[in-house]
């Protein structure tokens, strides 16, 4: 399904978010902004952007998603991932180290795929094979956590056996474990953490540190000089988390709220305007002085300017995930158990953080990390801190009819 097709299906309020992130065309954007792209056309408008009714479900969908399985016979793996998420050997980008040591160690071979450039486009290419209840060629996907809930809710992921996982089961961080669309962990497990944050630029404060969003929204000394983002879920959400509220059990008249508190910060042009990852620039020359921002960029970015600084909120922050799932009717659902079990030993997993700088969802990570990677190690926006961990929150899945009612809502109060 071409960008075009997928447009031309989407309700006004949904298009309007999903083109404001994609200023430029996709080739122009980093794997981040794909991401935020596609994570704004949530809901009906994506099953109808190819003319394929959603599927049938049959609660779980675990019997109907089940096929044959090859794995103890035909020892390979067919796995598709977003580009540049994975380790390289320096000296020869073609070679994959953690891929190659998970097969010297199992004898599974691996066909590893950089196919998944945003979640929306991904979903119109296997679509048409899972609603007619075929194999996509694919054994292990990594999707975004609100795109991994869709598979699951329509009977389109494997449930995962976790006598094939005993790793894993033990690995995975605590504030991993609980999500509200796979609880239990018994369709998906986390293959990175992103944060969102708040972000400053000392030099253009003059010293004065920006800690809350509160500031952001009132603060005189910064009118004009601040960003937020273009993410619903990201710059909603931590302004629902200044106001006491939690994003995992907000209600519409709490959303209505905090839109109403950034419309009035927009009002009185105190916010200067609405970004995807692109407020890095300006954050780094002091054209802007704080924002919000994804703690992936900000390793970069203080990597190229030691004035950029970063705060974790007294009111908590927002995280999300990308996720592995097996597809329904895939047919080396072993294979990728395996592979998901591999990558939750903490010296793999140190591996694949010192290569990607995204947050690890495997305890005890960071002892291994610091052998390879100090630096990474010791940078709490790899390896949260304790006091970081216990302010971290998700937002709470949307239904098709808040999707679309809440786009409308903040395209509106952006502008777009």
Not at 47 to 70: H, K, M, N, Q, V
Request: hydrophobic content about 40%; charged content about 25%; glycine content about 8%.
């Amino acid at each position: 399904m071409e960008f075009n097709e997928i447009a031309d299906g989407l309700s006004d309020p949904v298009r309007r978010a999903w083109e404001r992130s994609l200023r430029g065309g996709r080739a122009a954007l980093s794997r981040r902004q794909l991401l935020r792209a596609s994570a704004l056309v949530a809901g009906a408008g994506t099953l109808a952007a190819c003319g394929i009714p959603p599927a049938r479900t049959t609660g779980t969908g675990a019997a109907e998603s089940a096929g044959p399985d090859a794995s103890d016979t035909d020892k390979v793996l067919n796995f598709s991932n977003w580009p540049l998420y994975i380790d390289v050997d320096p000296n020869d980008e073609a070679k994959r180290p953690t891929l190659d040591a998970f097969t010297a160690a199992t004898g599974v071979k691996v066909k590893y795929s950089e196919d998944i450039n945003d979640n929306v486009e991904f979903f119109g290419k296997v679509k048409p094979q899972l609603a007619a209840g075929q194999d996509t060629g694919r054994d292990l996907v990594v999707l975004t956590d609100w795109m991994a809930a869709r598979l699951i809710r329509l009977g389109w992921a494997q449930r995962l056996d976790p006598v094939n996982l005993p790793t894993a089961l033990t690995n995975l961080e605590s504030r991993f474990r609980t999500t509200d669309w796979d609880p239990g962990r018994r369709y998906s497990y986390p293959w990175t953490g992103i944060q969102t944050v708040i972000a400053y630029n000392r030099k253009a404060t003059k010293g004065k540190e920006v800690s809350s969003v509160a500031q952001l929204l009132d603060d005189p000394e910064l009118k004009g000089r601040v960003t937020f983002l273009s993410e619903m879920r990201d710059t909603v959400g931590m302004v629902l988390l200044s106001m006491g509220k939690r994003p995992e059990k907000f209600t519409a008249d709490d959303f209505d709220a905090a839109v109403a508190r950034v419309q009035k910060a927009v009002d009185a042009k105190q916010i200067r305007k609405f970004t995807g990852n692109d407020y890095g620039q300006e954050l780094s020359s002091g054209d802007i002085a704080a924002c919000i921002a994804w703690g992936g960029d900000l390793i970069q970015l203080k990597a190229d300017n030691p004035d950029i600084e970063f705060v974790i909120p007294a009111d908590g922050y927002l995280a999300s995930t990308d996720n592995l799932l097996v597809p329904a009717r895939a047919q080396h659902k072993k294979n990728a158990e395996l592979l998901i079990d591999f990558y939750y030993q903490q010296t793999v997993a140190a591996q694949l953080t010192a290569g990607i700088g995204y947050v690890s969802p495997v305890a005890g990570v960071q002892a291994e990390l610091a052998k390879i990677a100090p630096e990474a190690a010791e940078n709490p926006l790899v390896i949260p801190t304790p006091e970081m961990a216990a302010k971290v929150h998700t937002f709470r899945s949307l239904t098709e009819a808040e999707e679309t009612d809440f786009e409308e809502k903040f395209s509106k109060l952006i502008g777009a």
